[in-house]
């Protein structure tokens, strides 16, 4: 239990790193609102054990009505960023666009993440969500290493 705790807190803190990394890309301007994140640790069974676990980061961003970019362009406009800091489009995960809203998936080294744009023009919320699912921990795998902050 303890390799998966350390597994658990390597993966929150990728995590936590990359959609830091993520929001960044938004210009403080263009945002009206920011949640905190919003996502949390989740059993990985529907059996009630207590491991495996995985984590998911998740913030929301409400951009201006009257800002410089729809949450469509800025999604647009964060894909070529992505796939530069390896996130590499998951076109087959991806479903159909609602009549409101569009989610693309990306993936890295295990990592799902998902940007879901709103589509509804002002005055509905001009919201763009952002996801980070990890891998599951493992009982098999020994703790990775402590990632360092980049300085």
């Not at 990592?111 to 098999?140: C, K, W």
């Amino acid at each position: 239990m303890a390799t998966q705790q350390a597994q658990l807190t390597t993966l929150i803190s990728r995590a936590d790193g990359w959609g830091a990394e993520i929001i960044a890309q938004i210009p403080e301007p263009e945002i009206k609102t920011l949640t905190d994140n919003i996502g949390g640790m989740r059993a990985a069974s529907d059996y009630y054990k207590e491991w495996p676990k995985y984590y998911y980061w998740e913030q929301l961003a409400v951009l201006h009505p009257d800002g410089p970019r729809t949450p469509t362009q800025l999604a647009d406009d964060l894909e070529p960023w992505l796939q530069d800091h390896g996130w590499k489009r998951y076109k087959a995960h991806e479903r159909p666009p609602a009549d409101d809203r569009f989610t693309r998936y990306y993936v890295q080294d295990g990592y799902l993440l998902g940007v879901e744009a709103y589509t509804v023009a002002p005055p509905r919320a001009q919201t763009v969500g952002f996801t980070i699912l990890t891998p599951e921990t493992d009982p098999h795998e020994p703790a990775p290493p402590t990632p360092t902050p980049d300085l």
